[in-house]
């Protein structure tokens, strides 16, 4: 019964919290914010580019009750879904809750939406570039001087760590959840393989498709979804025989292989590559004194055992961010990247404990 009701949990997440989930018409809005002709850090434009948002909870008068929430590698505004509600840690009562969607992630302006670049059209990316569409929405549409709070997992936390770098008196308080400061070279070696999966396809024709990658987006989905998100003892526990561990990534693929364009994600993974803090214009890439400079509150939630985004990293910037603390989300199962997607509800419940506390330490 026990690893029934594990298999079901883990498929179930892979068809939700890691992925980009179907909007439902009870859900809040879809909305565009066109930022025009956008300058990346690179010295090339996005033509036209619309950052998706939702908005939960109501601004106050004062506009000094907004969370920014920030996206995964591959998800969107549904990520951290389960911290997000009436009396959870980002409590809609209490918070006006901005939930972005990352350039490339399919909503948000992306090779696979573009009418003025398609495809290998659309210019590369990093993560900064990501951050100044969003403090764009911030600031300009929304007009907000200061926030609560920047959360996000994975790709989001990496965003988290950065605007503190970028922006130091945005916010009170960051929240990166399983995050990666300056991406090692382990992380990248992962994403290029799950690249050349997809590249690889002889139905990628070198990125322009016209069809799903089916046979590249299948390999991808397993790998990253059914092995590299987890550790070998989450894993052993679900699936204790070699059959059990074939029909379940079977599942997963089956699952996942559709939800995300190829080269939105391709794009997005080569701004994960990239992403280093201490690239931040002033700080002559030096991570570490990057991460000194950040002024926000810093609670850092990390995943023991992440084979994706070492816990290492989430530790050393922990101890280098003045007066950061650092929370293992979970000892005693080690689920790796995995631990922050609120697949269980022991560490869904945890993660929202321990970031209402700490939510609740910030000046009203």
């Known amino acids: 019964m026990y690893l029934a009701i594990m298999k079901g949990v883990a498929l179930a997440l892979t068809i939700t919290s890691l992925n980009a989930l179907a909007h439902k018409p009870t859900e809040p809005a879809h909305q565009l914010y066109s930022e025009g002709n956008f300058q990346l850090e690179n010295g090339s434009i996005i033509q036209d580019f619309n950052l ?9 008068a004062d506009k000094s009750n907004a969370i920014l929430m920030v ?27 901005i939930c972005t969607d990352a350039i490339g992630n399919g909503l948000s302006t992306s090779p696979s939406n573009s009418k003025a670049q398609a495809n290998v059209s659309f210019p590369e990316f990093n993560i900064r570039d990501m951050v100044n569409t969003q403090h764009q929405l911030v600031v300009d549409h929304f007009g907000i001087k200061k926030l609560v709070a920047v959360i996000g997992a994975s790709m989001g936390g990496m965003q988290a760590l950065q605007w503190a770098v970028s922006y130091p008196n945005a916010m009170q308080a960051i929240i990166p959840i399983i995050p990666l400061a300056k991406t090692p070279a382990w992380t990248t070696g992962v994403l290029e393989m799950l690249r050349q999966s997809i590249m690889t396809d002889p139905g990628y024709q070198g990125g322009k498709y016209d069809k799903p990658v089916e046979q590249g ?8 979804s059914g092995v590299i998100v987890r550790t070998p003892a989450y894993q052993e526990q679900l699936n204790p025989t070699p059959a059990a561990e074939i029909e379940y990534l079977k599942r997963v693929q ?7 364009d190829a080269n939105d994600w391709i794009w997005q993974s080569r701004a994960y590559d990239r992403h280093d803090v201490g690239q931040t214009k002033g ?8 991460l000194k400079s950040i002024k926000a509150k810093t ?7 992440d084979l994706l985004n070492p816990e290492s990293d989430a530790k050393s910037s922990a ?12 000892d005693r ?9 609120g697949a269980t509800p022991d560490e869904n419940t945890f993660q929202n404990k321990v970031i209402k506390d700490f939510l609740s330490t910030l000046k009203n």
Do not use: C, E
């Open 299 to 305: 609670l850092i939630l990390a995943g023991t055992g």
């Open 333 to 341: 199962l080690p689920m790796g990247h995995l631990s922050g997607a």
């Open 71 to 97: 996206t995964a590698i591959g998800g969107n505004h549904h990520r951290i879904d389960y911290l997000i509600g009436p009396g959870k840690a980002l409590d809609t009562d209490k918070y006006f809750v």
């Open 52 to 60: 998706s948002y939702t908005t939960q909870g109501t601004l106050n």
């Open 254 to 260: 089956d699952a996942g292989w559709k939800r995300m």
């Open 283 to 290: 700080f002559d890439n030096n991570t570490a004194a990057a």
């Open 319 to 330: 101890k280098l961010i003045p007066g950061a603390k650092y929370i293992a989300i979970n």
């Open 217 to 224: 987006m299948r390999l991808w989905s397993g790998w990253l």
